[in-house]
């Protein structure tokens, strides 16, 4: 069955300091990749997609994500954290030919602390 | 351009009671999908339509219905709402790998 596994369900850091969000799909077939952030009591918001090219990604607010075929992973990073940044974030795939249905990881908490 | 609406914003129920949330996109997409979002499961697809008259199930349909009423409207109706269907919906319209999100229904079943 396809399926996407966010690593952290939660993940505390402080600011300032260096994040990495970890994400693994299951597919033997070609996917579309895609981060949503969701700040709270909000609707979600594409942070940053991978459908082709360059396996480096940067996206909107200093992120940037990387996709690696062999180990099946889109991790999220950022260098440098703000309170701001705290929010959920989502990991998602899509499968060529099945007309852009999304489907979503658990959710990382990102709590990011003075 | 609103891109896609959905109402109610809140609702709370009775165990048993039915509803229906709506949704509308104006983008002119195929493809509209609904889902549900739950502490520690991220989003869950409920049901999707690829075009106008054709509706699917997704990945948790017991309990709901939909109607594509036409290409802009999705409709997401629950016969008799359980305390499960706790949640929040969001109506997702989907094109070219672009996806657009309603703002979400928080809804409560007591």
């Known amino acids: 069955a396809q399926s996407v596994t966010q690593l952290d369900s939660q993940v505390p850091v402080f600011e300032e300091a260096p994040v990495e969000l970890r994400c693994n799909y299951s597919?033997?077939?070609?996917?579309?990749l895609f981060w949503y952030v969701q700040y709270p009591n909000q609707g979600l918001q594409l942070l940053l997609k991978?459908?082709?090219?360059?396996?480096l990604v940067k996206g909107i607010n200093g992120f940037e994500a990387e996709f690696n075929k062999s180990q099946t992973s889109f991790h999220l990073r950022k260098p440098s954290v703000h309170i701001s940044d705290t929010a959920e974030y989502f990991c998602?795939?899509?499968?060529?030919?099945?007309?852009?249905?999304?489907?979503f990881g658990q959710g990382t908490e990102l709590s990011v602390k003075p | 351009n609103a891109g896609v609406t959905q109402t109610p914003k809140f609702q709370v129920l009775k165990t048993g009671q039915s509803m229906t949330l709506q949704c509308a996109q104006d983008?002119?997409?195929?493809?509209m999908y609904w889902y549900r979002q739950d502490p520690g499961m991220g989003l869950r697809l409920i049901y999707y339509?690829?075009?106008?008259?054709?509706?699917d199930k997704g990945e948790v349909p017991n309990g709901y219905n939909v109607s594509r009423l036409n290409k802009r409207e999705f409709s997401l109706r629950l016969e008799s709402a359980a305390p499960s269907q706790t949640s929040v919906y969001f109506c997702?319209?989907?094109?070219?790998?672009?996806?657009?999100f309603g703002q979400g229904t928080r809804l409560t079943v007591v």
């Open positions: 991978y459908l082709s090219g360059s396996t």
């Open positions: 339509s690829a075009s106008e008259g054709t509706t």
């Open positions: 983008m002119n997409h195929n493809s």
């Open positions: 998602a795939v899509s499968y060529y030919n099945q007309g852009g249905k999304l489907i």
């Open positions: 597919s033997s077939v070609s996917v579309y």
């Open positions: 997702a319209s989907i094109e070219n790998t672009e996806a657009f």
